[in-house]
């Protein structure tokens, strides 16, 4: 089975970090050359624009490079300062004054299990996401101090190499990519560039309080590493491209070891060999399950989730069904199998029911089921369901008790009993949609049509397809 193409792209922009050299003039010309080509032929060029000194830096450069009019600035009002008003107006006043359009958008904010900053952050991101067309480029304004202040972040976390390879100077962001020009550049350097050219910005009073981890590092922590070790952001970015190169390298082995355990797509998800993944040594299974999500564009787990992976699913005896859920993520193990799941978090209802009457003119139909899987028809020959004009689906779940003959058996069977022959997981078995034309049950899910029920050849037909839209 090959990996999906994002993991392509998302290799290929991890080798971007380097930036050019520190530009004591930040010359614009210079910082935006890596980036020179897709700033011409981008049909979109969006700024992150908060009113700081970072952005407003950023977006004046960028005003010199770039015609303004092709510009469009995006300033988020998160509504956790007092002066959050008073911020708006001055980033609008700025855009006017440079000629750039101006995007506003309004978030609310609710503090999560990793706190307000985490928070204020994720709904950012849904806005550049969001606003970002195909192809389009998003500019961040982090410097040279912010990466400092991430790798140090990282390290004091227990970060692996992908943490600690700090912040890449550009990666894919929706339907686009996001660039960070300023990765080579520090603060005091667009300090003084703002004060040449006579440049105002919003200072967020919430960056004076020690009680944000980053802000106790910026006061406390980097002015005491400048001091005893002049050159510590070379340092430290020296040690981000090592780590870039670790993970890069890890990324891949992950990759070649995980199709060589027979990877294998699955409803909603994937699921690989258990046995051949016990071969490894404990490294290479760790960093497999470590990298197995974010191949197919999930979060990674940590190492306490991985754990509890071994400990809860892998480990268990053969005739166990256990289950493991992370964030919007299962791990479930069957029949020699260790599964990884996408879930779309919406509650399953057995009691639902729905009439779904089938238009014998339209090529491709779909019915949404409640649980966010769809029931597709795709007009077939010689395969598939045969029904009359007037004849309507009823689609109900499993009770207990039903029975039925799939077409070419030579007698009925329990429901629960073909579920096992056909080796139907155990976790779809009472969630997998029944359709029934009266009260007679007809096609089970995808899984088979009914004895009486099937094309013949050349006949006209209806074949079922049950979708997870998960992925």
């Known amino acids: 089975m090959e990996l999906p193409t994002k993991t392509i792209l998302r290799t290929q922009a991890i080798t971007l970090t380097r930036t050019p050299a520190t530009i004591k003039g930040l010359d614009a010309a210079a910082l ?15 700024v992150a624009l908060s009113g700081g000194l970072d952005s407003t830096v950023l977006l004046h450069l960028l005003a010199t490079a770039v015609p303004p009019e092709r510009l469009c600035a995006v300033h988020i009002h998160h509504g956790l300062s007092a002066n959050a008003d008073h911020w708006q107006a001055r980033v609008e006043d700025y855009c006017r004054s440079l000629g750039v359009k101006l995007k506003t ?19 950012r991101y849904a806005v550049f996401e969001r606003l970002l067309r195909q192809d389009g480029l998003l500019v961040l304004g982090h410097h040279g101090d912010d990466q400092v202040e991430t790798m140090l972040y990282q390290l004091l976390r227990g970060s692996g190499a992908k943490g600690l390879s700090g912040m890449p100077a550009q990666r894919p962001l929706g339907s686009g990519q996001l660039i960070r020009p300023l990765l080579a550049v520090g603060r005091d350097q667009l300090q003084a560039y703002a004060k040449r050219q006579k440049l105002s910005w919003v200072e967020d009073e919430s960056n004076s309080e020690d009680k944000f981890d980053r802000n106790y590092l910026r006061k406390h922590v980097v002015p005491a590493l400048a001091e005893r070790w002049p050159d510590y952001r070379q340092s430290i970015q020296l040690s981000a491209e090592h ?16 199709c060589a355990l027979d990877l294998r797509e699955e409803r909603a998800g994937w699921s690989i060999c258990i046995e051949q993944l016990l071969e490894l040594n404990d490294a290479r299974q760790r960093n497999v399950q470590r990298h197995w999500p974010a191949l197919c564009n999930l979060p990674r787990p940590n190492k306490k989730i991985i754990a509890e992976i071994n400990r809860a699913v892998i480990q268990v005896r053969e005739d166990a069904d256990p289950l493991l859920q992370w964030q919007f993520m299962q791990w479930r193990r069957f029949q020699g199998r260790l599964y990884l799941l ?10 639902q029911q729905y009439q779904w009457t089938l238009d014998h003119q339209s090529l491709d139909q779909v019915l949404q089921l409640s649980d966010s899987s769809q029931l597709i028809v795709e007009q077939t020959v010689g395969d598939g369901l045969v029904l009359a004009p ?11 008790g039903e029975r039925c003959k799939p077409a070419g058996r030579g007698h009925s069977n329990s429901l629960k009993k073909l579920f096992l022959e056909y080796g139907v997981e155990p ?4 969630r997998t949609p029944l359709l029934y034309v009266d009260k007679t049950l007809v096609a089970v899910g995808d899984y088979w049509v009914c004895e009486g029920w099937q094309a013949q050849p050349g006949q006209a037909a209806k074949k079922i397809l049950w979708r997870h839209n998960s992925l």
Do not use: K, M
């Open 32 to 46: 935006f050359a890596p980036w020179q080509q897709q700033l011409a032929v981008t049909p979109q060029i969006l």
């Open 105 to 123: 958008e309004a978030v609310e904010v609710t503090a999560t299990g990793e706190g307000i900053e985490a928070a204020a952050r994720s709904a």
């Open 243 to 258: 780590s870039t190169e670790a993970e890069q390298l890890a990324e891949t082995l992950a990759g070649e070891d995980l």
């Open 342 to 351: 996408a879930c779309s978090g919406t509650d399953f209802d057995s009691q």
């Open 390 to 400: 007037e004849q309507t689906l009823t689609i109900r779940y499993r009770e207990g």
């Open 427 to 430: 976790w779809w078995r009472d």
